[in-house]
């Protein structure tokens, strides 16, 4: 059985609660049921959500050399971390950057993603489709 690792970094334990109109009005906790039934023949899906950096790069390092995929939204840390792109280059798996915005419709601090470089491809704007999407791409290697 395959293992995908989702990583969100932080605000994102308030997905739902935290600015609905830009974010979406449902729960990270809706999106995993869905998703751990969604794909439940195909891999086993694990998730982790801390709202600090240096956290976010141990579980990138922990998972990063036996998953066979992990996706990963860092929040506002994608704009400014080049210790979680380090950190992401570092290791085997392949990482799917996921946005729920488009973060290119926004403003200007959000245009740069440090992370874009590390990543085997990104997903912005799409909302949680964005993460099921990501998923069906780690399925299918
Ligand atoms: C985000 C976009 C970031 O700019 C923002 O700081 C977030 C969430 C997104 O999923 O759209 O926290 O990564």
């Not at 704007?125 to 299918?140: D, P, R, V």
Request: proline letters at 2%.
């Amino acid at each position: 059985m395959k293992k995908t690792g989702i990583i969100n970094g932080p605000n994102l334990n308030l997905t739902g609660k935290r600015e609905p109109e830009i974010y979406g009005k449902n729960s990270f906790d809706e999106l995993l049921i869905e998703l751990k039934s969604r794909f439940e023949l195909q891999t086993e899906i694990f998730y982790f959500q801390t709202n600090i950096e240096g956290e976010l790069i141990n579980k990138i390092q922990e998972w990063g050399f036996y998953f066979d995929g992990i996706v990963l939204n860092a929040g506002a840390y994608s704009h400014t971390s080049i210790a979680i792109a380090d950190a992401v280059k570092s290791i085997k798996s392949p990482v799917i950057g996921v946005h729920l915005s488009n973060i290119y419709n926004r403003e200007n601090e959000r245009h740069t993603d440090l992370l874009l470089g590390a990543c085997k491809g990104n997903i912005s704007g799409l909302g949680f489709a964005g993460y099921k999407l990501a998923i069906e791409y780690i399925i299918s290697l």
